[in-house]
């Protein structure tokens, strides 16, 4: 055979290479470098001798076709479409099976003595052990997609070649084919490839889940993706699963899945796999529901292993009578705890167990980070339970000073301490009566008002002061913290048996951002905000994107005043990026913002901060507390823990005494 320049210089590279002599080699990657040295040291290829192709026979193809021929027929759309698209630029596509056979092949007709001399064709063998290094063969043994650009070929005939191969799998996650594509010429530079890897990798992929899907096509199959807009469209996850939750196989994607939950929670038998209902941490009827049980028939779980959230479709076995619909049981419906929330497992959680607790005397503590809706979900319990005609009183632990706070909750007899009102005072307890008292920021209540209400609970019983008769009371209490109570309790801040009191059933709120109705938390939230505003503005798209990429510190209530500040300050029909406050619009580049405020943590954290925004603003509390996205009682608090005193009052005390005396409220519903 008569060498060109380039094959005699390729040549001498790879003797080098068996010579032990790398040096000078380090241009090559080291995907390459190791299959040549599997083709010297493990094929006893030489490069000195290229090889012809090797043409299998008539009778030899047929047996080789004959195992994929389902994966054949099923890839056939994705193969022409795939072929379509690389054609006009040159390329041509082959499917080999697990050995490396051309078993299909794509070409154009004019070019085919060219591509055949060139190994590009049917019936021939791209093994690493028969081709040396090239994709088809370098991706069988490396099980990963791969570029073979030119000389990164092994031998010297294949030098003028691109090729770019991806496996496909069965459901076991054993290769079972590669689709590759080549072109005969193509320019020096490698980089003119990097198109090719994405994309012969996604048409492995969908080939690989259509055959997936065709093998599975009796069975269940639950098919899930990170965005709920793709789950239908190009859902990356598959995996199929019996009636009982049971799981029978899985996509590349599902077995990833399924490995992290086993590398967590180690099964004690290796053949065990986890049900799908642990996967997402559900029970199996919510994921044999979801086509009933929502418009777009797709709904968000939480993936156990990972946390994520992720959005499943169920894909219904074919046939009349292959499966067993299950009928469908929807919940009476509770609007006042059906409206907090649309589509996100904790959330629905939460309201499940709210629903059964509505009704119940269990004392009730909701956990959740500031903002989060713990007031709003408190008062959802009261309003949707039997004592809604009943008060529902709100106290804020946090905002009543220390030394008012026994006279407000307990009340008083006339003349029961100087300064108190001559005719007494009915405490918020009594006032709560027959209805429910909420107890917000209860981890700040004092030590000493702890004992008195753990009493008032043991008891139904509560003593005003200077009274010498308890007065009884049928009160159902809620109460609420963002704080660690175990670590109160343990710095003896908090007293355990209280909080065994209290804690008759928690419900823990997700911060904003780990919720997956952000959407509809927007949307409602702004729905509220433009009718009481009676106007008609419309929320722009890229200002959506802008809320739902967000992180919000300060929860919903940092959104319901981001969104009042867009609406306040925009002057056109809509709401666009530009018009929120500025550390919600994310890399958008952004027009200058009125109201400059320091960052939130910088003032949670420095008294400076905080002393410089409470003067911008005139010693407005409710100003400051808009700005920060926290609540008044919060920047009390801040105030009181940096000793901060407005100039128009000589104490903290006198400060707290009259600013917080709003704080503590009959209606929650005008907390902001
Ligand atoms: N599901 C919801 N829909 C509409 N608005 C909500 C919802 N949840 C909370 N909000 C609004 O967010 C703000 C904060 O809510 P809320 O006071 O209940 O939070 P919180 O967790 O009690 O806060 P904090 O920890 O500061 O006491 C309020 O303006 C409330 O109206």
Redesign the pocket.
Known sequence: MQLRNEQRQHIHTLTRLAEDQMSGLDTYRDVIRRSWERCMGEYHLDPTRPRSVRVLTQQALKEHREPVDELLHVARAGVDQLFAQVAPLGYVLLLADQRGITVDFRGQRDQEADLRRAGLHLGLDWGERHAGTCAVGTCLHEARAITCHQNEHFDATHIDLTCTAAAITDPQGNVIAVLDISALRSPRASESQNFCLPMVSLYARMIEDAYFLHRYRDSLILRFDTTRAFVHLNGKGLIAIEEDGSIIAANGEGRGLIEAHLQRWPPWSVDLLPNANQLFDCEVSDLLSIPYSSEDQIRAFRVRASEAICFITVMEPRGPRAYQRPTPSTPTPVPALDR?ASDDPAMHRLIKLARRLRNEMVNVLIT?E???????LARALHDSGSRAEGPFVAVNCAAIPESLIESELFGYLPGAFTGGRSKGMRGLIQQADGGTLFL??IGDMPLTLQTRLLRVLAESEVMPLGAEKAVRVDIRVIT?T?RDMHELIAHGQFREDLYYRLNGAQLRLPALRERADKHF?IR??YGSLVAERQCDVRLRADAMSALLAYAWPGN??QL?NALRFALATTEGEEITVHDLPEECRGRVASTPQVIESPPQSDVCESGQALHTLLQETGWNISDVARRLG??RP?VYRRMRRHALVSPNRRSIDEMTDMEESDKYHLDPRS??
């Open positions: 907090l959740g500031t903002g989060t809706g713990k007031e709003v917000d920021e609420a963002h938390i409602s939230i919903i209530r319901k926290v609540s919060t907390k902001a």
